[in-house]
């Protein structure tokens, strides 16, 4: 009985101690951990015009599967970082686009 008393003392001090020990981590350096996470956020994909919106700074796509990102196919709207990348874009055009969050910052006419 000792043994199971002293193993569940053991068990609970490892369920406290661990959330302390994580919360510690995920604060430490935090702009760095920040950096670091924007940059692997980025994820290439392809796509197929639907709209252009310039003026509010938008385009509509058809994009293929992005599995980092668990989304299926669909189309759906996307804020550009620069407008430029609007330029000259077509409706139904093929491209290869660039995600930060769901943000375009890079757009290729294919």
Not at 5 to 12: D, K, L, R
Not at 54 to 71: D, N, Q, S, Y
């Amino acid at each position: 009985m000792k043994v199971l008393g002293i193993a569940g003392g053991f068990a609970a001090l490892a369920l406290v101690a661990q959330p302390a020990s994580a919360q510690t981590d995920d604060h430490a350096g935090h702009g760095t951990h920040a950096e670091g996470h924007a940059a692997a956020s980025t994820i290439e994909a392809l796509g197929v015009v639907r709209a252009v919106d310039a003026r509010a700074g938008k385009v509509t796509l058809a994009h293929e599967a992005i599995p980092a990102r668990k989304w299926p196919p669909m189309t759906m709207a996307f804020k550009v970082a620069d407008p430029a990348l609007l330029k000259d874009l077509a409706v139904g055009t093929k491209v290869r686009f660039k995600l930060d969050g769901q943000t375009i910052v890079g757009l290729t006419a294919l």
